[in-house]
């Protein structure tokens, strides 16, 4: 016979955290001052019991916030502008706010994001890590998690939306090796940590196993990275190129990494597509007027906004946190033949 599980209360949260009830509702609630000690102590015990507020009680008590966080590691990003811009636009008339943020690994952000009390989070990030996403879930919030990168003990406990990002990749290193390209780099991010994206990235990933799977070796000069500004990668680019090295094809991690190398490129006297063909990623207004066109992966933003949206409903019903698959397009232009 399977017993059921005890439902867990905030009874049980205070005697494990050694604080009253009452302190244990002004950290979750955000609506009094609580030493960090003893914030962090509430905390811990909701994550080691797993301790889940009713959202859809408060919701349906009036107590929600109509307030959701869209979180990620680049808000100056046009897309992640454009996703919010359709879910506001499908939003609009339920009085709901979604607010954009720059997600930041330290247990200060997470507990700021917990105090705030918001009806969602969705989270687009290939940094920030997996032990935060889990205490977000853990204090009840219903998370979606845009694929940018794996997350292996998630378990079913969020939803997850692939939004063809890998496959995307995937496209486009093909289509360069259909072309008859040999020598194929990758453009990594640039930022203040100056490191390479975590092996889990899914763009990252994804262009070391379709490299394999085309028969390209990868080596140490397969990926352009370790640079904390656009200015230091294009005087890098311009350096390889400059020493003779066979680059014939690049992937820029986005589109303005990707519009980084066209201006390195040209600056170097090499033709664009003749000699190095370039792809970048996101289907950005820059690739547009760029000189040439930018190649790029275009994402269905108006369809990750209904999906967003729809993996809430389905987890404010009760049902299972879904996974969906969405596919991208590849979006040829001048850069590539």
Do not use: W
């Not at 990749?169 to 040999?182: C, F, N, W």
């Not at 033709?271 to 000189?291: C, K, M, Q, T, W």
């Amino acid at each position: 016979m399977v017993t059921a599980r005890k439902a867990i209360t905030r009874k049980d949260v205070a005697e494990l955290a050694g604080v009253s009830v009452t302190v244990v509702s002004y950290v979750l609630n955000n609506n009094h001052y609580v030493s960090q000690e003893k914030r962090e102590r509430v905390l811990k015990a909701v994550a080691e019991l797993q301790y889940r507020p009713n959202n859809i009680a408060r919701a349906l008590k009036g107590k929600g916030t109509h307030n959701q966080l869209f979180m990620c590691d680049n808000i100056s990003n046009e897309p992640f502008g454009q996703i919010i811009d359709e879910m506001d636009r499908l939003l609009y008339d339920n009085e709901y706010i979604i607010s954009l943020v720059h997600g930041r690994n330290d247990i200060k952000f997470v507990n700021q994001v917990i105090s705030h009390s918001f009806d969602g989070v969705i989270i687009s990030s290939s940094i920030f890590e997996e032990k935060y996403v889990l205490q977000l879930i853990d204090s009840g919030i219903p998370t979606v998690l845009l694929m940018n990168r794996e997350y292996p003990n998630i378990d079913g406990r969020a939803a997850k939306i692939y939004t063809g990002l890998r496959s995307g990749i995937e496209a486009s290193v093909q289509l360069l090796v259909a072309q008859g390209r040999k020598n194929i780099l990758y453009l990594d991010h640039v930022g203040h940590d100056g490191g390479l994206e975590s092996p889990q990235d899914g763009r990252l990933q994804g262009f070391l196993d379709q490299m394999k799977l085309c028969g390209i070796p990868v080596t140490k000069h397969s990926v352009l990275s370790g640079y904390t500004n656009e200015g230091t990668l294009a005087e890098a680019l311009r350096q390889r190129l400059s020493d003779g090295e066979p680059i014939d094809g690049i992937i820029g991690r986005n589109d303005q990494l990707a519009c980084v190398a066209l201006a390195a490129v040209q600056q170097a006297g090499r033709r664009i597509p003749e000699d190095i063909a370039i792809i970048g990623f996101d289907n950005s207004r820059l690739s547009h007027y760029s000189s040439p066109g930018l190649t790029s992966v275009d994402f269905d933003r108006a369809a990750i906004a209904r999906e967003i949206i729809g993996a809430f409903n389905a987890m404010e019903r009760g049902e299972k946190a879904p996974e969906i698959t969405l596919q991208t397009s590849l979006v040829r232009r001048g850069s590539t033949n």
